[in-house]
């Protein structure tokens, strides 16, 4: 970052690096190919309650383990939701 003044070298600017939303074990876990993920998306302006309920209730019928639940589940997020 080039040097101070006084001839002194900045520190480096760590690298901000992206927090990993998951734990191991739901990172580790392995949607099957042929598994039907839910079609819903939430951007904000849908009911919040709702999309929740809509999505676990889809997850339900569909199958699929708690861990596979919390990976997807973010797939539904569009827009300034999802940042």
């Known amino acids: 970052m080039g040097e101070r003044a006084t001839g002194e070298q900045s520190p480096p600017i760590p690298v ?3 927090p990993m939303p998951f734990s191991q ?3 580790n876990v392995v949607i099957p ?3 039907m993920t839910p079609k ?3 951007t904000g302006v849908e009911d919040p309650e ?3 309920t809509t999505f676990h209730t889809q997850m339900m019928i ?3 383990t708690d861990a596979m639940h919390c990976k997807l589940f973010m797939g539904t997020f569009l827009g300034t ?3």
């Open 40 to 42: 819903i998306i939430f």
């Open 33 to 35: 190919t042929n598994f």
């Open 50 to 52: 709702a999309h929740i």
């Open 25 to 27: 074990v739901i990172m």
């Open 62 to 64: 569909l199958g699929g």
């Open 16 to 18: 901000r690096a992206r």
């Open 81 to 83: 939701t999802l940042d």
